[in-house]
């Protein structure tokens, strides 16, 4: 039992009680603005959300809906047995509410029917979140006329559409979809949704594509991931030049083939953060059949991984002496084993680029021009790659002149997948450069994974007079550091997977620890 006089209660939890039954006329939670029930039962729910302030018998006559509770805002509903739509009573209720999170109701089919569209039409003005998470056989979020989506159709036929959406999401700012594996389709008039900023849509493996009317010109993110069925994302030209999405994140979605399937799109000209990763059957970013040029001033970070198929990138080609990716600060390949060349816009325009990362691209042989478009970076503060492929143009790649360097990493060996073996590079047992190549800027310098490296150079850190940070990981067969000529400036020294050193730089007693001493922080693994 519940008791009776809360007058102070702002939340209300109740989990996983089958049997919970509420007398709703004798409880009063005048101060309650939140509301969870989980694994209780639908008329428990009801109950809940009737219950009234202690207001006397005239006033609840004079005004009936002065006996609900209006205030709350958030309402999160979970395991609720029979709930195959959203009961009227929610909508009718609670005027106020601006969140709604349904969860594991595995009933669920829909939130309304159609004939119910009108009376709901005028409901919870102050919806703007709504989630549905691991509802399996949810296949709409509301059902919609057959003929709503003909291309010829008046604009007062749309308007008549869009006066007929529910309330519950002609306001909606986030939407989140979760592991919903029934859902087909999100509602032809998604483009209408004209507060929607935010759009998730998780695990939804029926789901083939997005509403050929596009998204809302006000969509700001959209993150997809773990859709098994899900093609391409935008669908006609108009979708793209009207849309100002800064964010697309796709993971997972191992039918995709490519973002933009219409003939002549390119990305949003307002994206800043692209990110695609596992998408096993991605070949190009845009339509492969069309010019592949790629035209965002205000792309700013790009990160592409273990997209089995991508074979290059779009051209990056000035437009009306601008520079497309003039704001790009970040740009991350990794496990893009197909990956053949990189245009050389991507580093012309990108003057920028602050973080540069390039790993498992194994048909990767060279960055543009045999590699001497890397001068272009003049910002460029971090730079991560395998060089194995590369070794015998390492000198030509003009690491000196990277003024702005302060992060170098060099792995020796190239993982091809998450889930795969790395493949053993083609270095030898000395490291390929000494410090001449390197520039005086370097703080942190790692290096990773040469299988076969016995030595290091003496000449290695000659250059170095600001490095601070050493890491040395992967590297089983070296037996020696040149730790004479270690630099002074160094706070840190960590070796890892390199048992032929661990005893020599142990603490007090290693051979090299005379000359480790002075470093604060030594760790060997």
């Given at each position: 039992m519940m008791p009776k006089d809360l007058p102070c209660l702002n939340n209300l939890n109740i989990s996983e009680c089958p049997q919970f039954l509420v007398e709703g006329s004798s409880i009063s939670l005048p101060s309650l603005t939140s509301i969870a029930m989980n694994d209780v039962p639908l008329t428990s729910l009801q109950a809940v959300l009737e219950?009234?302030?202690?207001?006397?018998?005239?006033?609840?006559?004079?005004?009936?809906?002065?006996?609900?509770?209006?205030?709350?805002?958030s309402l999160s509903i979970g395991?609720?047995?029979?709930?195959?739509?959203?009961?009227?009573?929610?909508?009718?209720?609670?005027?106020?509410?601006?969140?709604?999170?349904i969860t594991s109701c595995e009933e669920l089919k829909t939130l309304w029917k159609k004939?119910?569209?009108?009376?709901?039409?005028?409901?919870?003005?102050?919806?703007?979140h709504l989630k549905i998470k691991g509802c399996p056989q949810l296949v709409s979020l509301f059902e919609e006329d057959e003929d709503e989506d003909n291309k010829g159709q008046h604009e007062q036929q749309q308007q008549q559409q869009q006066e007929g959406l529910p309330c519950i999401v002609r306001r909606l700012e986030h939407l989140t979809i979760d592991n919903c594996e029934k859902l087909?389709?999100?509602?032809?008039?998604?483009?209408?949704?004209?507060?929607?900023?935010?759009?998730?849509?998780?695990?939804?493996?029926?789901?083939?594509?997005?509403?050929?009317?596009?998204?809302?010109?006000?969509?700001?993110?959209?993150?997809?991931?773990?859709?098994?069925?899900?093609?391409?994302?935008?669908?006609?030209?108009t979708q793209i030049n009207d849309s100002n999405l800064q964010v697309l994140d796709v993971q997972d979605c191992p039918s995709l083939t490519c973002l933009i399937s219409c003939r002549g799109g390119g990305l949003p000209p307002t994206l800043k953060e692209l990110e695609i990763i596992r998408c096993k059957k991605l070949e190009a970013l845009?339509?492969?059949?069309?010019?592949?040029?790629?035209?965002?001033?205000?792309?700013e970070s790009?990160?592409?991984?273990?997209?089995?198929?991508?074979?290059?990138?779009?051209?990056?080609?000035?437009?009306?002496?601008?520079?497309?990716?003039?704001?790009?600060?970040?740009?991350?390949?990794?496990?893009c084993?197909?990956?053949?060349?990189?245009?050389?816009?991507?580093f012309h325009s990108a003057t920028s680029l602050a973080h540069l990362t390039i790993r498992g691209c194994k048909k990767l042989k060279a960055l543009p021009h045999g590699l001497q478009s890397i001068n272009y970076l003049t910002s460029l503060q971090l730079l991560e790659m395998n060089i194995s492929q590369w070794n015998n143009n390492f000198k030509k790649i003009g690491l000196r002149s990277l003024s702005s360097l302060r992060r170098l990493s060099i792995s020796g060996t190239i993982r091809v997948a998450e889930d795969e073996e790395e493949e053993e590079g083609v270095a030898g047992s000395s490291f390929p450069i000494d410090g001449k190549l390197l520039p005086t800027s370097l703080i942190s310098f790692w290096i990773e994974d040469?299988?076969?490296?016995?030595?290091?150079?003496?000449?290695?850190?000659?250059?170095?007079?600001?490095?601070?940070?050493?890491?040395?990981?992967?590297?089983?067969?070296?037996k020696s550091l040149p730790v004479q000529r270690l630099p002074p400036s160094l706070k840190r020294l960590s070796t890892w997977r390199c048992p032929r050193l661990t005893g020599k730089c142990e603490k007090g007693k290693g051979k090299y620890w005379p000359h480790l001493a002075h470093i604060p922080d030594v760790q060997c693994f």
């Open positions: 219950m009234r302030s202690m207001v006397d018998d005239e006033l609840i006559s004079a005004n009936a809906k002065s006996k609900h509770p209006s205030s709350i805002t395991m609720i047995k029979k709930l195959e739509l959203l009961p009227k009573w929610v909508t009718h209720w609670l005027m106020e509410l601006e969140a709604l999170e004939e119910e569209r009108v009376q709901h039409s005028l409901s919870l003005p102050a919806f703007r087909e389709k999100l509602p032809r008039l998604l483009h209408s949704f004209t507060f929607l900023g935010e759009l998730y849509v998780y695990k939804c493996s029926s789901l083939s594509s997005f509403p050929e009317t596009g998204f809302p010109c006000t969509l700001k993110t959209l993150r997809i991931g773990d859709c098994e069925a899900l093609q391409s994302l935008f669908g006609c030209l845009l339509v492969v059949d069309e010019g592949m040029e790629i035209t965002c001033p205000s792309l790009v990160g592409i991984s273990y997209c089995d198929r991508l074979k290059y990138l779009p051209d990056a080609l000035p437009n009306n002496n601008n520079n497309n990716l003039r704001n790009l600060s970040r740009l991350y390949l990794d496990g084993k197909n990956l053949e060349y990189i245009p050389e816009g991507w040469f299988r076969n490296l016995e030595k290091l150079s003496s000449k290695l850190f000659q250059n170095l007079a600001s490095l601070e940070y050493l890491h040395i990981w992967g590297c089983p067969r070296l």
